[in-house]
């Protein structure tokens, strides 16, 4: 792997992997298949709008969705494992209806005068414990270092105060090796929700791409890790 065009092959192996899942159909009828699609297009939200970031040197902001695209990966690779027993507890918690009936309670409680309030609507925690979940995946590796670090920043914390001050008094704009960082560590994120989907959209979505993208991100991240 050459050094010198690292921003290069990380942006080129990027839009393969966009690219990859471009196209796929919404589902109308199976929950599973629809949230699935949903956080496959988070994803490639996240992503793309990673690379803009880094594009115009706002690493902390693109470590940020990074964060972020690691929540939807960890989710949908933990209710993969048990789809069955996971989703109806994941949907219920957000209030999503799974019967008639629970629409049409949700849709009474919406028209209420006066009505409802935010805090009593939207859920106050997570469904489950991101640390737990990521124990289960076989993650937490990378909770305990990549995830907490990047919490520093998404929080506001002053852990990287010191840093970002320098950074600001020298001008200074992340180098292509720090921006090929994030984007590939993003980009291994963004393929594991793509495997799940890969499973889901056999048809949409070829297993094998998929794999054949992953092998090459996990082969550059390990590249920057020996660095």
């Given at each position: 792997m050459v050094t010198e065009d690292i921003w290069q092959q990380a942006d080129g192996l990027m839009k393969r992997a966009l690219a990859a899942i471009s196209g796929i159909n919404l589902p109308t009828d199976d929950n599973w298949h629809i949230v699935?699609?949903?956080n496959l297009y988070q994803a490639y939200e996240r992503l793309a709008s990673i690379f803009m970031l880094l594009v115009k040197g706002y690493r902390d902001s693109a470590d940020v969705l990074t964060r972020s695209l690691f929540e939807v990966a960890v989710n949908l690779s933990y209710i993969a494992k048990d789809v069955e027993k996971r989703l109806p507890e994941y949907l219920s918690h957000g209030s999503f209806p799974l019967s008639k009936e629970e629409a049409e309670?949700?849709?009474r409680r919406l028209r209420e005068k006066p009505p409802p309030q935010l805090k009593d609507?939207?859920?106050?925690?997570?469904w489950r414990p991101l640390s737990a979940m990521c124990d289960d995946l076989g993650w937490l590796e990378e909770y305990y270092t990549f995830y907490r670090f990047v919490s520093t920043v998404d929080h506001a914390g002053s852990f990287k105060l010191g840093t970002s001050y320098l950074q600001l008094l020298k001008r200074e704009q992340p180098s292509d090796w720090d921006k090929s960082a994030v984007l590939v560590t993003a980009l291994c994120f963004y393929l594991r929700v793509a495997e799940v989907a890969a499973k889901v959209f056999p048809n949409q979505i070829k297993a094998e791409t998929i794999a054949d993208?992953?092998?090459?991100?996990?082969e550059m991240g390990q590249f920057f890790a020996k660095r």
């Open positions: 699935v699609a949903v309670q949700l849709e609507i939207v859920p106050g925690q997570a993208l992953s092998a090459q991100c996990n």
